[in-house]
Every structure is written in C-alpha cells, then in structure tokens.
C-alpha cells in the first residue's frame, strides 16, 4: 500500500495545480489505496476548468474508486495463477510476461494491475531475475518475452541494457515485446541511450555481456487511450523509435468518458496511425477494483468498433479483446459480420446491408 504521507503528497500536489477542488477524507482513502502520479506533460494536457476531462479521467484519483461493484477483483486476469516464480507470468504456451517492476510514470484509475504497482512496487532483484531468465532459457517453448509491470522504460538504461542483453543470448526466444506508456506521457525519455539499451548495449560501450549475440527483434507496445496523449512530442517519441528499427503498435482501453464515442475513437487510431504506430487491441476494460465508472457496456463496445469499419482506413481497425476474468486469457469480441445457417451465409456490408453468400464448395 502506497504510505499516507506519499499519498498525501501526491494530493495537495494535485490540489495545488487546480487538479483538485479540495483533498478530502475519501481522496485521501483513495490514494492511500492505489498509488498517484502524473507527469508534466500529462498535467499540461488537462483543462483544470473542464469537469469532464478526458486526460484528467485518467490520472486524477476520484471518490468513486471507493465503490466496488460484484465481480471486481485485485487480480482481475488472474496473473496470480500463472505465475511460477516471482517475475514471470507464462499464461500461454509460446509466451511469457516478464514484469520487471511494479512502478510507473503515470498512474492510471483504472490500472488491472493497481494493487500492486505504486512507488511501494517491487522491482525484480538481480538474484529473482537471474532465476527468471533460467526459467526462460529452460522452457525451449517460449518464441516471446513481454517485458511488462509497470513500465519496463523506467528502468535505468544500463539495467535495461542488462535484461535485453540476457534475452539475447537465449536461442529459442525470437521476439521481445515492449508494453509501455513513456512515449506520451514523458517522451523525453526516449533517448539515444534508451534506443542503444533496447539493443542490448549502450553508446560507446562493447555490448552488456561478453559475447552477446546480435539483438531480438523489439516490438514496442504503446498504450494511449485519447487523441490529444499524441502531442507533437510523443509523435516525435514515437518517430525516434521507429526510425531506429522498432516496430510500433497500440494498445487502448475503452473507457466510458474517455473515449467511448466513435468520433474520438476514430481521431485516436487515426492518429495512432499518422504516428506509425499500427492499432492493434482495443481492450474491453478489466475488472480491477474501483473501476466500475469507467466501464462500457460489451455490447457498446462492439457497436464502437463497427461504427468503425468502412469509414476509417483497415489501418484503423483495432481488435477490441476481452482478458476473460481469472486467467482465461485473451479472446476477441468484435462484432460479427456474417452469419450462417449451416447452408449458407448472410454476410453484413459496413452500412448495413445484407447479402447472401455461398462457398461454392
């Protein structure tokens, strides 16, 4: 749990920007609860005048996080049950997490993992990560790491550099994967040595590990969830990254309030896509505790993602998943677009209209 000093801090901190009309006994439960922060240039983003903000919905801690609604959960994807030691989560047979640790730049209200990350998180020591890169190297059937947490980008370069490093020289793994929010919510992070660490090595210095072999593919996933996160300087983030050969894709979170309108929906993955970052899950939101009021209807959601397609570029199209409640594993629940009677198909067009379809079989 976050301590009530820090959490105190971090509210008279809001308060004193004009985040927050007043700190009050229930904020101060709040953020004793689950952990507070916003960088600059999220702060700078927010309309202190605007009640309904859509950054200041996403880092400004609320009264309504006190509310647990049924089937809300601490550990919502069940990552609990999938983990065989500290630091690793291998839910999937071709692919593991490796969470390195549990802090973040920005605190999002409606984190799945909000119980556990905070300026209290754990960060994975050099003995538990030796013991999870064993676990690694020992499972022949592992392709991809994803290197998770909290945001993996907060580590130091040279530990960073460490970790990449050490996956390398494991054979059978072929793709690392990046889950991070630093692009837009601190895009000065992304420097040249962060790039050279993503390597594996760092400028002017022979690589990390004697011997090392030659890097990973590095996909880099970036989570954003409103057009206006993608500033001329978390583009420019983004730009530095792909031009040194990382592939970029997104990940968003439907959000009642956010950006569950298709309007906003559409500018955020066009955006995405003008900052060639290809979109790539829309997730329907996790039932982490206090998070009800951020909720949207699965049946919403879907009409979301169809008022979507034949109006925005197939370069547009997210897939909207659904991390099936504890442990499951992920599922897509787009919308349907065709339909059969065991014969013959009945297939949808994008405005609506019904045509017949046929194998030919």
């Not at 689950?34 to 009640?51: E, G, K, Y």
């Not at 209290?120 to 013991?131: D, N, R, S, Y």
Request: net charge neutral.
């Amino acid at each position: 749990m976050t301590t009530k000093s820090s959490a105190a801090r971090a509210l008279q901190g809001l308060a004193q920007a004009g985040l927050l009309p007043a700190v009050t006994p229930s904020l101060e439960q709040v953020a004793a609860q689950f952990a507070v922060a916003i960088t600059p240039a999220m702060q700078a983003l927010i309309d202190p005048d605007d009640p309904a903000d859509p950054i200041a919905a996403q880092f400004v801690p609320s009264e309504q996080e006190l509310r647990i609604q049924p089937g809300e959960r601490a550990d919502p994807i069940g990552d609990e049950a999938h983990s065989p030691l500290p630091g690793i989560v291998h839910r999937y047979p071709d692919r593991i997490l490796l969470k390195l640790l549990h802090a973040c730049p920005v605190y999002c209200r409606f984190c799945f993992r909000r119980e556990q990350i905070g300026a209290h998180g754990e960060v994975l020591v050099p003995p538990a990560l030796e013991q999870a890169l064993a676990y690694i190297a020992a499972h022949k059937e592992i392709w991809e790491v994803i290197l998770t947490g909290g945001d993996p980008l907060m580590l130091s370069d040279r530990r960073l550099a460490d970790v990449i490093a050490g996956l390398n020289q494991i054979d059978h793994v072929k793709i690392l994967r990046i889950h991070t929010r630093i692009p837009v919510v601190d895009p000065a992070r992304v420097t040249p040595e962060l790039i050279a660490a993503l390597r594996g090595n760092l400028p002017s210095e022979a690589p990390v590990l004697t011997g090392a072999k030659e890097g990973k593919p590095v996909y880099v996933l970036l989570h954003c969830n409103h057009p206006r996160e993608l500033t001329e300087a978390a583009r420019a983030a983004c730009a530095r990254l792909v031009d040194a050969g990382f592939p970029m894709l997104s990940q968003s979170v439907l959000l009642r309030g956010v950006n569950d309108d298709a309007q906003t929906l559409g500018a955020l993955m066009r955006a995405l896509v003008e900052s060639r970052v290809k979109p790539h899950y829309l997730h329907q939101l996790d039932q982490a505790r206090g998070t009800g009021h951020f909720r949207v209807p699965l049946k919403r959601a879907q009409e979301l993602v169809k008022s979507l397609r034949g109006y925005l570029s197939g370069l547009c199209q997210p897939t909207l998943m659904l991390d099936i409640p504890g442990g499951h594993g992920k599922v897509p629940v787009g919308p349907v677009f065709a339909r059969t009677n065991d014969e013959d198909w009945i297939v949808e067009d994008h405005r609506g209209r019904l045509h017949e379809y046929k194998d030919g079989l």
